[in-house]
């Protein structure tokens, strides 16, 4: 039976900072247990940290450091990344693990940490248990002696690196020239990176949310604010828009008439495009549970798979690796292309997304039309205390739901993995079933959580 976790979540550690578990003393023994973990042989070991732009960043930065130090781990600080660039930077520089200082999309009032083996991949569940077994236990004997403890130095190369790297995905018989493209970088980790990126493939490049603070970070911007996005597309009259979640590793993409391209029909436009090309491996797409019934429907007709796992990408990744899968990812915009990458990567997959565009010679707005999404109501209701899911009127809503949908529907109700949130998901063809049952649900919700409270 697997233990509880006490720190690591659906995504590494995520928590508001500077209360548990992101505080400096938690980072700094993650460190030392992740560096104790990851010592496999009489090498110099090393890690990449990384971080997005936020304030606490600088505090998670130098506990870390400091626990890895403390351990006899060489530190390789690459200061604001994308979180891809990690997994990348792991694997060029044959580093023993990576550190990625990001809550990805949320408020600059949280942090997290993410960490990746020695592969580039993030860690198993296993392994965090081994090392929140390490961080809960007397850390004294991991200490090194004097003269082993480790050295922290700044590659000041990194991005050079990872942008030469993203690009070398790109078709090289296909160019950006002639395409405006409008960028929404959250003022988070690809601030820098992604308008580069885009520039030197010839692209006419309109960046907006270029200047982090250390507290605008996906403040109304990035993927999960494109408000500011869509505009700017229509004002500039460009060709595309795409917008980065505050650690560059998932996307969403705008069509030249400021609508929204969903993570499903990205996800469809890379499978079509794959298997037409004879490029798609493990015969199918892995995604995870959220993921539209529209988006099944149309990959069954092309005689395409659709497989299904927990929610999070590293599930994903996890199921690709076993199944031999090349494209998987999220309705959020994870979109996580194995051939060139370990872990979701917006910008990779924003490049291969352009490239199916001008080699179809259609505009966005028509390159991605491809199926029609059965009508999906999502809602989010924030709970105080233990989880209300466990409630017997809350337990009873959602089979009532369920059965009244029968065949024709799904109804999903899970808990976030990083904050106190419930997440409902209601899917079927009539959209005003979907509103009452999503609705009937939510309450049930609120009043076991004001009982609770």
Not at 229 to 238: I, M
Not at 348 to 370: C, H, N, P
């Amino acid at each position: 039976m697997n233990q509880p976790r006490n720190f690591f979540g659906t995504d590494g550690i995520r928590a508001t900072a500077n209360t548990h578990p992101m505080t400096a003393e938690i980072a700094q023994k993650v460190g030392m247990a992740a560096g104790h973990v990851f010592n496999r042989g009489s090498h110099r070991h090393r890690v990449v940290i990384a971080k997005d732009t936020r304030l606490s960043g600088y505090m998670i930065e130098t506990a870390l450091t400091s626990g890895f130090l403390s351990v006899g781990v060489d530190v390789l600080l690459v200061g604001p990344m994308p979180t891809p660039a990690v997994a990348f930077l792991v694997r060029a520089m044959r580093a023993d693990m990576g550190v990625m200082i990001s809550a990805s999309h949320n408020p600059y009032l949280d942090n997290g940490i993410k960490l990746f083996g020695p592969d580039g991949y993030k860690l198993s569940d296993d392994i965090e248990r081994e090392i929140e077994t390490l961080m809960q236990s007397d850390m004294q004997p991991l200490l090194s002696a004097p003269e082993k403890i480790g050295r922290a130095k700044r590659l000041d190369d990194a991005p050079g690196r990872y942008i030469e790297f993203v690009k070398s995905t790109f078709p090289r018989d296909i160019t950006l020239e002639g395409l405006t493209i409008v960028i929404d970088c959250a003022n988070g980790a690809g601030y820098q990176v992604g308008p580069i990126i885009l520039q030197e493939l010839g692209a006419r490049v309109i960046p907006i949310h270029v200047a982090p603070n250390g507290t605008n970070i996906n403040a109304d911007c990035g993927s999960t604010h494109p408000a500011s996005l869509q505009e700017a597309v229509k004002r500039e009259g460009a060709d595309v828009g795409i917008a980065l979640d505050g650690d560059a590793d998932r996307l969403v993409v705008v069509d030249e008439r400021g609508a929204l391209v969903s993570g499903d029909h990205l996800m469809a436009m890379v499978a079509a495009h794959y298997q037409s090309q004879g490029a798609l491996k493990g015969g199918g797409v892995v995604t995870t549970h959220m993921a539209n019934l529209g988006l099944e429907q149309y990959l069954r007709a092309l005689g395409i798979a659709l497989e299904r796992t927990a929610i999070g990408d590293r599930y994903v990744m996890e199921r690709m690796r076993e199944g031999g899968f090349n494209l998987g990812g999220e309705p959020s915009g994870h979109i996580i292309l194995s051939d060139y990458v370990t872990t979701g990567d917006a910008l990779i997959a924003g490049l291969q997304v352009l490239a199916m565009m001008r080699e179809s010679g259609k505009k966005m707005s028509d390159a991605a039309k491809l199926f029609t999404p059965v009508p999906q109501l999502l809602r989010n209701v924030r709970y105080q205390g233990e989880s209300p899911l466990a409630h017997a009127k809350v337990q009873q809503s959602i089979r009532e739901a369920q059965k009244k949908l029968g065949a024709q529907g799904r109804v999903l109700v899970r808990p976030s993995g990083t904050e106190p949130v419930i997440r409902i998901m209601v899917e079927a063809s009539d959209a005003a079933l979907t509103e009452t049952l999503a609705s009937s649900i939510e309450a049930s919700i609120a009043a076991a959580s004001s009982e609770a409270a």
